[in-house]
């Protein structure tokens, strides 16, 4: 598994990743902006920064409709294809006041305030064509709601509606790609050969930085758990 | 000087075109002229019919017949008018009633004249019958027509049905050939005769001894061509060989015809000699007679059925010679038969009036029966209550509905192709050749230079139909036929001298004017007039449809001929005429075109554009771009790309792409999946997609805006890397994004329709819709599980998800007669379960329940089930460049490829799909995807004109990216950069409605077939997988001789027959006396098991049905 040169015995592994496995380590931010980030990682080797630009697409969690509950829907799109709509809506996501329901402890198939949040979609057109904008559902927790209020999510011809119960959960991209916090993730040659580029770009859902960090945190986590499995065995 | 024009520009006129005309307008047309005219005619020619009752026979008379709107007659027999959508919905015919004025004429008097209502005529939709022709955009929306449906198809029973174009030969028209057989030369004039309904082929062979033999349908033996013409009434040899040609060299080839004429000297020796041989052994009177009607009703009777026509058949049988003896003497070349202006191509109008004809002999035959066996009780509606309209309708309805037109013709119609926008559009402009399939027929498979802009030369089906089915080009319009009388006035006005006064000299050395396979006259100079025939017809004096062909001969001494085409059904093509090297179409007037100040019906109008057929191609020099006239240019071509027909022209970049690639692409692009109709929330077709976000192609053609495909897309737009990926994507896979899946690329709904109708039998018993419950005996009960759905009324709910086997519409049915009586039945009547359950293979989700109510008064339920379709390993996907290949990896954005701007692909194939197949096209479609992206606005992909790989770099080099389309791409497993740079650009990808889904099958065990014990066959009926020779062979060659006994025996149909030692023959178990028997021997038999395949017991027992004994003679295995 791992296909570092340099000796790093695994069973001396111990705190941070960022701290003491690269003696040379050097982060130097290029740029840092709202929506991305650009990080010029030197010493480090190419498995592991690549395993944090892997991790910013696929093991950072982030909140993205899960469930959704269809009381009404006379529009034109099927449910499945509303519930997918909605599913692609970003989500601002909280990392430190929600779970992944995985881990959560309360064993209701909908969740509970730790691992779920509701958001609520009424909306109907009278007298004229009506587009619904992802500003149109009402959240229960102020702070996880669209990015923006302005994605379209479907048109309703006058006397339709659309009511639905909308569950949005953290959730991993690797599962499904509405969980990926980041849009653009990607690892380019710097200018030697222990030299990387990473870039970052977020959806709006996370803050690019703490995508990053996220991912570096969670790679720690895995080598952790790795290292404890490995010397148990060992042992 | 004038400006000039601009090849590109020229398009605007060709795009006002099929928007005026509309694809289907070769459909619409000859439908219009058939009921406007037609039906009349074949009226006419029956005229009326002779009731011969004893007392007072009488004659009714037929007058006026027109056709009424169409409309539904319901059950309770109220009359409502109906729209198409009706129709589909509830499987009723869209017709319209046919009425027809009577007279009766009883001894010289007229009276009671009355309109009968004769039978129903179909109703092409968009016809000037049909409703739907004349509303607006908004009236066809709300009316829950899709505006952009082109028509041309008929509605039978709820399904849409096309009259495919059927190729013809060109009647009426001699053609000389040149035949080779068995080393011999024999020289052959051919004339397919044809009025409408009827064809007699008139053949005239050249001897090896130089006779001439005529041979004709209607008469067992072939006629020397001499006794014909006397028998025609041409009295003397010298007019009989002037009639041929006056020129010595062709009159000498004649001689030895007249000696072979020696034995009838005379007209009625003739008629005798022909009458001896139609009429054999009858009266001298009567064979006379029949040699008459020979020649008046069976040969060449498109010049006529009456005795006066005999001079003008003579003169035609007369230049048939001629052109035979001009082909003997080289002066004139064999005629091409593939070449298209001996081609017409017949279409809805003709293919119905042959069937009216027999449906309307059919229906007067009836009538007088009937009118005859009444007798003497008139008064009332006699004539009304004699009129069966079914013979009509039922007539008519059939055909439509099987394509069986009679007389072996079958497949005449087919099940219009809705699968896309783009499939339907095409499937209207499909012609079918009436060539056999089984026989090879190369060169009327081959592209001819004559179907340059009339025929595609792309679009046609791979292997047996391949050549023989043919797709219209864009700018391919089909000729109506015009009026013959005033064109001629014309050619006389002209100078032209009738056949049957013509001056000597002008006989010998003028040039021959036919007009529609008639031989009218002569001409001094017949460049001259076909010159003045074209400058008349660019003044509109004369009808555009009409064309004019000079054909001078090989050789001086031949004749010059002129041909007038006035017939229905040439494909013509529109080119702008060109004058003193200059084009008559202007800058000014394509501007004007383009903002619809000016119609092409105008230009056309103006003699700046011009119909032209291909005859009359060989007339003129057309020049591809406006740069390369010359003075001797008589047309400009109108605009290249509508050489293409429907599926070809959106082919971008085509002319960069291997040809047959082309073709595969025009086959493929009709099975991709899309928005076929905005109808489509009501739309009952059994089978049906629906591509959920489709995307209009960045990069585009001219005739996405001509077609409006832009409106009714079918593909979607694909970043698309040419990559090798962990040879997941050998053999023609791609690697799909799974990301790009989940975030909905090519997602599509599949839809499946079920009907159940209520029917009602004999005695009063119906159907009735209902949850079947267990305890009321029914057969066929499945378990209340599967009825679960069901809502009160027997109907599934809305939205519910339905599995296979799932029942939707529950129903029961009264018993079959058959099983009425059963021995042992004691728990009385009971009905049977008749419900409409979900495939066995299939699920998903109640999309639309219809109810409504059938022609015979039953109610129906339609319910369609939506299934939605997520791309998965295995679905098939297709670039438009015949590039096909199914998914063989779904792989995670992280493990994908990246560019340094983070784009990740959605799609990667394989770069071995090129070098062999060389299909340029796709490299620089994907250049121009990627420039128009960045760009912003879709590129003009156009065959021929469309932007160049060099402008599209520009646009790339200034936006930062590389003219070639590569590009650094770093692998995502490893984060390594790869050694090569990568090409990666923007691809419109199709999905091609093969998925997986439908064809994922495996069985361990389950159904077999009835009669044989053995697996059935087939996916939908759970079948076995087929361990067939090979494989067999295989574990042979092994020597797995228990596998295969497995196989073949114990798993497949195994079975224990009892056999009689003695006799051989099969012996049972007799149950009541509990031992076995034999039928032969009785006590003495000695009777085996022996395990037996049960396919072999059948084939002893249908042995022995047919009398043969198949003994088996036992031995012990060891």
Redesign the interface.
Known sequence: MFLNPRPTSISNFSGSLTGELFDMLKVKVLEDAEDRVSLQLDGVD??Y??AV??FC??EVPSMAIDDVVILENSS?L????LA?RLG?LPLKTDLERYILPEKCDCGTPLGCQKCRVLLVLDASAHEKTRTVYSGDLVSEDREISPISASIPVVKLAPGQTVKLEAYARLGR??E???W?PA???????GKSEDS?VL?V?SSGVLRPKEIVTKAVEILEEKLKEMQKEVSAKVE | MSKQIRQLDSWVVLQDLLEKEGVARQHLNSYNEFYSRGLQSIVDEMGEVEVETVSTPYKVKFGKIEVGRPRVIEIDGSVSNVFPVETRLRNLSYAAPIYLDMTIEEEGLQREATRQHVGDLPVMVKSELCQLSKLAKEQLISAGEDPNDPGGYFIINGSERVIVGLEDLSPNKILVDLEKTGGVFSYKARVYSSVVGYRSKLEATLKQDGGINIKVPSCPIDLPFVIVMRALGIKSDKEIANSVSPKPEIQDLLEVSFDKASEAPTEKDALVYIGNRVAHGMLEEFRIKRAQSMLDWGFLPHLGKTDEKRYDKAMFLGEAIAKLMELRLGWIQPDDKDHYGNKVIKFAGQMLADLFRTAFRNLVRDMKYQLERTGQKRGGNVVGAAIRTGIITDKLNNAIATGNWGRGKVGVTQLLDRTNYLSTLSHLRRVQSPLSRSQPNFEARDLHATHFGRICPCETPEGVNCGLVKNLALSAIISVSVPAAEVEERLWELGAKSIRDVPDKLALDGTRIFMDGRFIGFVDDGERLAKAFRKLRREGQINPSASVMHYPPLNKRGYSRLYVSLSAGRVMRPLIVVEGGKPLLTQEMITKVASAELSWRDLVERGVVELIDANEEENSLVSMSAEEITSRHTHLELYPGAMFGISASVIPYPEHNQSPRNTYESAMAKQSLGFSSPTF?LSTFVRQHLL?TPQSALVRTKSTDLLKIAERPLGTNAVVAVLSFEGYNIEDAIIMN???V???FA?S?FYRLYEAEAKQYLGGMRDTFEVPSPDSNIRGYRGEKFYRLLEADGVVMH?AQVQGGDVMVGRTSPPRFMEEYKEFEIKGPYRRDTSVAVRPTESG?V?AVFMTESVEGGKMFKVRV?D?RIPEIGDKFASRHGQKGVIGLVV????MP?????VVPDVIINPHAFPSRMTVGQFIESIAGKAASLRGTPADGTGFVGETVEDLGKIMKERGFEPTGREIM?D??????FAVDIFIGVVYYQKLHHMVVDKIHARARGQVQMLTKQPTEGRARGGGLRFGEMERDCLIAYGASMVLKDRLLDEADKAEVYVCEKCGLIAYYDAKQRRYACKVDGDSAKISTVVVAYAFKLLLQEMMSLNIAPRLRLRDKV
């Not at chain 2, 990246?898 to 983070?902: K, L, M, P, R």
């Not at chain 2, 995502?972 to 950069?977: A, L, N, P, Q, S």
């Open positions: 190419r498995s920064a690549n630009r892997r697409l696929s034109v099927y449910d499945e294809i997918h692609m991209g690797k499904h790609a509405k990926q849009t653009v993730s990607v690892l380019l040659d990387f870039k770009e | 929330p959920v799974k990301s790009s989940d975030r909905g997602r709904f939205e989700v999309d939506r939605m995670p954005q992280e493990d990246y560019t340094e701007d983070g770093y995502g497993k490893t984060g390594k950069k």
